[in-house]
């Protein structure tokens, strides 16, 4: 179910940042008219991309374990340039309608930044060969303690088919919604050997 709202969210944010590229290319180039004609063939549907993109978003904030100090920042910047998208087309503000496309560029980008970048997890003071200690502070905060928690589309580990080694390559390299850890070959190996031994099956 999360992939499909992924999916569909990932979608209509696509949709709806073309609806206002257009939008301000139309404005900032004075065509006043293609901009009134598109504007009244595109309202409903963008009110549909608007409503999809809003739903779809809150649901996915639903089910992060954490909302993060990038999540706030997007959040905000949506959120603010909704209205001063639509007072800048209303009144014609160039100014407006280019900052509103302005911030819907930047959570866009915040967006892309957070979903590739590896995430680094504080590991000190936790032997290398740790599996459950590792697990803890790496795994369990989408997972949870018996690997079926299933935050953010979390895979259901205990129901893996994946041997010793391919867990081990899914937390370094990452897989599907699942981001990189940034850790060594030896912690993932204690990982993964730990899901091995005490979650999957169970």
Known sequence: MYKAFLHTHWLAVTLFFLIYVIKTVLLLSNKQDLLQKFTKITKIPEMIVSALFLITGVYMLTQMPEIKTIMIIKIALVLTSIPVAIIGFKKGNKILAALSLLMITASYGLAEMSRKHKVAVPTEGIASND????????????????????????????????????????????????????????????????????????
Request: with cysteine; aromatic share 2%; hydrophobic share 35%.
């Open 131 to 202: 599996g459950k200690s590792l697990y803890e502070a790496n795994c369990k905060l989408c997972h949870g303690d018996d690997g079926k928690q299933g935050a953010m589309g979390a895979a259901d580990i205990s129901k893996t088919a994946m041997d010793v080694n391919a867990i081990k390559q899914t937390i370094l390299n990452g897989k599907g919604s699942m981001v990189k850890i940034e850790m060594s070959e030896e912690q993932a190996a204690a990982i993964s050997s730990y899901v091995e031994s005490n979650i999957k099956g169970k």
